[in-house]
């Protein structure tokens, strides 16, 4: 995975870069996991394009495992999608 480590006030989180593979598996998102730990930051940002349409449909479970996965790693996650992503679902009422 491509990413880039920033340090702004004080804090320090890990960036994956536009264009790096899709988060489609529960061992991408553990991935993400390790590569934090390596950098030893508990923050992570995501974009849009990494999350794959399967990730916006709640019936796939992929949201669930990977959401639990970065939460039982205490990891602080954002991910930047629009709101075309986001929908009108299910996935939208979880999100707020």
Do not use: W
């Not at 991910?79 to 707020?96: I, K, S």
């Amino acid at each position: 995975m491509s990413y880039t480590l920033i340090h702004t006030n004080g804090k320090t989180y890990l960036e994956c870069k536009p264009g790096a593979p899709a988060l489609a598996s529960e061992q991408d998102a553990l991935d993400l996991v390790a590569l934090c730990g390596e950098h030893e930051t508990r923050r992570l940002m995501l974009h849009g394009e990494h999350l794959p349409p399967a990730f916006f449909d709640l019936k796939t479970g992929l949201a669930g495992s990977v959401l639990l996965k970065f939460t039982n790693y205490r990891l602080k996650v954002v991910a930047v999608v629009t709101p075309e992503q986001v929908g009108t679902g299910r996935f939208a009422e979880m999100a707020m």
